[in-house]
């Protein structure tokens, strides 16, 4: 089943790409030229978003750098662990929100120091799949966009970290 699921997962981005310029072939559209305006366009959206993304990463090194995440787990340390979860999570959600890179960095150490076998790594990896990198995201895109009115954008990316934070907890505990 493995062997099926790997040899599909190889011809699945050729088979696709192969289908988009098929279809265009059919439909009689310039493939090429559709392909370069397109490609230009993202070249656009990069450099547009470009200052917004370096904004984020300082000040997710500052904030790493400055010993401010390990300060805001320490504050958080006592009303964690009665949830029964580990202080060192707290920088991860707070980093996460704002870069999934950053948040990497953050889970090699967490794996370093504890083992991604541990319920600390379980909760970690779990975690880092359930949740958004939410300033980013709406940074970005609703920068892209030019979307100015968010309206509950923001309640509901929140609400839905809280829920996968949750959903980790509860699950990395299931199965330890």
């Known amino acids: 089943m493995a062997a099926v699921l790997s040899n599909i997962s190889n011809i699945i981005i050729p088979v696709i790409i192969f289908y988009i310029v098929a279809y265009g072939i059919m439909a009689r559209t310039n493939v090429y030229e559709d392909f370069i305006k397109g490609a230009e366009d993202g070249f656009h959206t990069v450099v547009r978003i470009m200052p917004t993304l370096i ?37 991860l959600i707070l980093i996460k929100m704002f870069s999934s890179s950053a948040a990497t960095g953050l889970v090699l150490d967490i794996f370093k120091n504890h083992g991604p076998d541990s319920l600390i790594g379980l909760t ?24 100015t009115k968010t309206r509950f954008t923001l309640a509901g990316a929140l609400l839905s970290t809280f829920a996968g934070v949750a959903a980790s907890i509860v699950l990395a505990g299931m199965m330890v």
């Open 55 to 91: 904004g984020l990463m300082v000040a997710v090194g500052v904030l790493r750098a400055s010993g401010f995440l390990d300060f805001i787990g320490g504050l958080f340390a006592g009303m964690t662990e009665k949830m029964g979860f580990s202080s060192e999570l707290i920088p």
């Open 124 to 147: 970690t990896s779990i975690m880092m799949s359930c949740t958004e990198t939410i300033f980013y995201t709406m940074s970005v895109y609703f920068l892209a966009a030019k979307v």
